[in-house]
């Protein structure tokens, strides 16, 4: 088995002579009315990996309690309680001035939060795709992705991605952790072999007591973690770990494998 080690980490090297933003910049778009802290974490997490800037979009309540929470985020603060469409011609125009695009965390699973959601990542920018955005996707939605599931929201991602639940059940339940990586990657190309899910530049992080980073061409494992990470809040700082990586290295498969093993230490 492929096990991340200190070797295999390879962190961002800054230019002496770089100026603010060269070194990377995200934007986290989450939160919602009952859910307040996630994109925050997460936001936090960017800036420890290294990157620039990071700045979070979210509903209003959200915002300021971004602001509270720190002086280095730049909070913009989007009318209502929710996400939906109508925010979508201000975001957009943030997304043009970021490198990286991190969302989902906390920001339910409204029926409008779902449409923007599905908008929003038509764009081309370097993505990371976590929690409530995984529930609200297929596979066949994304590319330039680093997907970060948990079990229960990668088995909700492949029933949205129309494969069928023998399949999924068999994959899912699998106990050995290697079968299960290889169970993983099959099931996704096999639901379409020319263009699928790896092919788009995409990489799926399952979080687990062993995390499972699968690539097109490699499966890694990552053994860092602990029992105590299974306190609510460690998958947001994960996104933001591996959104903060991506903004400075532009490298997907290496951002999921450096954020996995600090996430965990």
Sequence with gaps: MNFISKKGIKLPIRKKSSKKGDN???????GSREYIGAVALAGLAALRSGCDWVTIAAPEKVAWAVNALSADLVAIKLKGDYFSL???????????????????????LKKETKSLIKTIIKNNKLKVIDADAIKSLAMNELENSIITPH???????????????????KTINEKKIEKKATLIKKTIIN???????????????????IDIIISKNKIFYNKTGNAGMTKAGTGD?????????????????????????????
Excluded at 86 to 108: A, P, Q, S, T, W
């Design 191 to 209: 639901k379409n072999k020319k263009n699928n899910f790896f092919e788009k530049n995409n990489i799926i992080l399952l979080k687990g007591p």
């Design 86 to 108: 109508k925010h979508y011609k201000e975001l957009k125009k943030l997304i043009e001035k970021h490198d990286v695009l991190l969302i989902g965390n906390g920001m339910g």
């Design 24 to 30: 990377g910049r995200v934007l986290a778009i989450g």
């Design 151 to 169: 079990i229960k929201e990668l088995e909700i991602f492949l029933k949205n991605s129309k494969i069928n639940n023998s399949t999924i059940k």
């Design 237 to 265: 700082v994960l996104a933001g770990l591996c959104a903060g990586f991506l903004a400075q290295s532009k490298d997907l498969e290496q951002s999921a494998v450096n954020a996995a093993y600090f996430n965990g230490l």
